[in-house]
Structures are given as C-alpha cells and as structure tokens.
C-alpha cells in the first residue's frame, strides 16, 4: 500500500477564501500530481511535477498553484474560492510505471 | 474526440459471474496500460499494469492488452460484492519521455450478492 497522504479529507468553505490542500509523501518518489475529479468523469490533471523546485500546469486549466520546496510535500493552493472549485481533488506520486494515488479531498465551496 | 473511450455502466452483475470491463484509445503512441479501482470516496487503487500487448493475471484478475484494435479489457472472475467499485483505464507512452497517463471517465461496477 501506498504512503501518500492528504489534508483535509473534506472541506466546506465559503467563496473568496484561500485555501491550501496538503499532500505528502514517504516514499521519497520525484513524480507527483494534483487531478481534479468530478463524478462519472475522468481526472483531470491540474499540476504536476518532476521534483524538488520543478513544477508544470497540466492539461485542465486551473486557477490553483503549487510549490514543490521538498520532495516529500506537493501542496495545491486557491488564493480565493469560487463554486466552480467544487470538486474532489487527487494528489499521486509515481516510481517508474506504478502511479499511487491518495485519498483525496472533496473541496465543497459555497 | 477522446483519447481514451470507457463505457461509464453501471455494469450489474450477480455474485460469481464473469466480469468484462473494456477501453478504446485512438494514440497510436499507447505502450503502457494501467487499471484502477476506486471505491466511494477513496482515490484510485492501482491493480494492474502491462507493457504493449498481451495477457497478465493476477489472482482472479486479468488484463488483455491488442493494440492492433486499439482495445483494453479486464476480466474478473468469480466477482464478489467487494468488487463494487469504478473501475478506472489508465494508459501512456513511454515513460521514460515523460508522458502522463491519461484515464477513461470509469465503469462503475455493482456486483450483486
């Protein structure tokens, strides 16, 4: 099983709030990914990167940002909230072909 | 046109039937193929993996790679409730390049007891 972890797992907040989504890793893998889930659609990738310092936006636009100052910890963050972020949002990490996912967070924002 | 086609079910089948899931992908590039589980309000579980065409079996698992038609599939035998699940296609070119596994939209599979 994969030791890839993230905070919060659920979070109601209103609109225009910044908020940052928490993903770690004890793996010590160079590759991790933020997707965005919607039900009854595929994930989207919003971010990804290569390692420490080495980030890159994906194929779905998104208004988030993050930093990759360790190799363990890829956080996601929205400096202000809107409805349209409602989603659930995966964070991975992968080592060769083996891609592992966490838990998510389902990010409600009203 | 999507990369990679999955019908989205729900599949619904009774305890101890033979399951097929299957994904078509029109990139030509394609070399590795993934599938994932996922249950409710959980991330993605990898289960298998294979490299170009071909079988692999795990248990009672086993992927089916043709290339030629561009075609995935998943067989579970003898499923059990606790395959309820969606079930996710994943697939890339080569890794080494950096390629990025894209994914099906999921079936969503109830295996009824």
């Known amino acids: 099983e994969a030791d890839i972890y993230q905070t919060p797992r659920y979070l109601v907040i209103g609109t225009g709030k910044k908020i940052t989504l928490e993903c770690s890793q004890t793996m010590g893998h160079d590759k991790m990914y933020w997707y965005q889930q919607d039900p009854g659609m595929e994930l989207h990738l919003i971010h990804y990167?290569?390692?420490?310092?080495?980030?890159e936006k994906g194929d779905l636009s998104s208004e988030s940002t993050v930093s990759r100052i360790r190799t363990e910890h890829f956080p996601l963050t929205l400096e202000s909230a809107r409805p349209s972020h409602t989603s659930q949002y995966l964070c991975?990490?992968?080592?060769?072909?083996?891609?592992?996912f966490g838990p998510g967070t389902r990010l409600t924002v009203t | 046109q999507k990369e990679v086609e999955q019908d989205p079910g729900p599949l619904s089948v009774p305890e101890g039937a033979i399951v097929s899931l299957n994904c078509t992908y029109s990139?030509?590039?394609?070399?590795?193929f993934m599938w994932y589980r996922q249950y409710s309000r959980k991330g993605p579980e990898l289960l298998m993996y294979t490299y170009s065409s071909g079988n692999k079996e795990d248990g009672r698992f086993t992927a089916q790679v043709d290339k030629s038609s561009k075609y995935i599939s998943l067989f579970i035998r003898d499923s059990q409730p606790s395959d309820s699940a969606t079930y996710l296609c994943?697939?890339?070119?080569?890794?080494?390049?950096?390629?990025?596994?894209?994914f099906g939209a999921g079936t969503i599979l109830r295996v009824k007891s």
């Open positions: 990139n030509s590039a394609f070399q590795y």
């Open positions: 991975a990490s992968r080592v060769a072909y083996e891609q592992y």
């Open positions: 994943a697939m890339s070119g080569y890794m080494e390049y950096g390629n990025k596994l894209v």
């Open positions: 990167s290569y390692g420490v310092n080495s980030t």
